[in-house]
């Protein structure tokens, strides 16, 4: 199909976001509506070309997540359905386990709690090891004690987002690049119970509209009614690349055990689908929402962040860890060192810049970050407001949710 074409002057259903999600989406309604018409309306000229294709594709098993919360619970259903999926349709996607390793004293009893919460969430296969354990999973690593997750798997996310596109395509549905939602209206002028999508390469009257519009979802929530808090800041994740011949060192991927008064994991090192290993990411303020260059700024972008009040206040709140992220982004050698916790032969020759992406983070007014996911009703549509890690892993079993939201 030509997913260059003007999208249909009326559908039943509009999906903003042709991302992960927003194809999962796309592919769950029309699953359940049979013959009904859906539009996929993605803003750049290709699909998955932002946080899909900018991520570790870790498939998570559910182990860090608030016990009852939509992440915990999706994330465990979701990392079934998608790998259940990826074999269905033949999608690369290897299951080589998660390693959390405490290194010193006072992270036992935080692998303690971390355990307990992994066991409450129903995480399968889960087991402790104690220090001579380790080196039968990671050779390479060192710490006092783990917890290995043998479930967690790695694949390219983007591979999965094209096939749900051709799901999508297969079932009736159109996909539309280079259509950036520009305004939306609701009410009489837009036709009785209908809304009005207005992008450049036509506009689009839908009876129901889902709104996953990843790094834009604020803005795009705001423009159809929808409540100004929480603010999408842009959070860059940097990565080093392992040169080649020394990836093997790490057979899977090795995390520390998280800090719990910090709001990211910490980095770690993921054996890629390729069979590469990349260490971090790192977790800097950006100056752009697309800052996959450390230096890019948008000024929109930057005037967002710097004028929201909850910037200010997560600095504050933490800024030793804040000042932290900035050194490893910009120094090879200090995130070197904090990964040679987990690993000590790790060497700084050993490693050259790597990929980068940008999370989209939704933090409150109060500056506090929104953990779990985020969905808000608008007249005639959804939106996802915040859909951080593990969104990727929870697509399938997200998509069922905000789905039920559409009908409900």
Partial sequence: MDRAAPPPPQVDFAVVGGGILGLAVARELLNRNPGASLAVLEAEDRLAAHQTS??????HAGVYYEPGSLRAKLCVEGAAALTAYCDERSIPCRRSGKLIVATDEVELDRLDRLEDRARQNGVAGL???DATEIASIEPAAAGLSALHSPNTAVVDFADVAFAFADDVE??????HTSAKVTS???GHRSGAGRLAIETPRGSVMATQAVFCGGLQSDRLGRMSGGNPDPRIVPIRGGYLKVRSGREDMVRGNLYPVPDPDLPFLGAHLTRGLDGSLL?????????ARDAYRLAKVRPRDLLDTASWPGTWRLVRR????????????VSARSLVKEAQRLVPGLRLEDVEPGPAGVRAQALGRDGKLIEDFLVERTEHAVHVRNAPSPAAT???ALARLIADEVAG
Avoid: D, K, Q
Wanted: contains cysteine; hydrophobic residues 45%.
């Fill in 54 to 59: 900018h991520s570790s594709g870790v498939i």
């Fill in 127 to 129: 087991a402790r090891l």
């Fill in 170 to 175: 297969r079932a009736g549905g159109s996909i």
């Fill in 184 to 186: 939306v209206r609701a």
């Fill in 279 to 287: 260490i971090g990411p790192t977790a800097m303020l950006a100056g």
């Fill in 318 to 329: 933490h800024t030793g860890a804040a000042f932290r992220e900035i050194h490893h982004s």
């Fill in 394 to 396: 929870s697509c399938l």
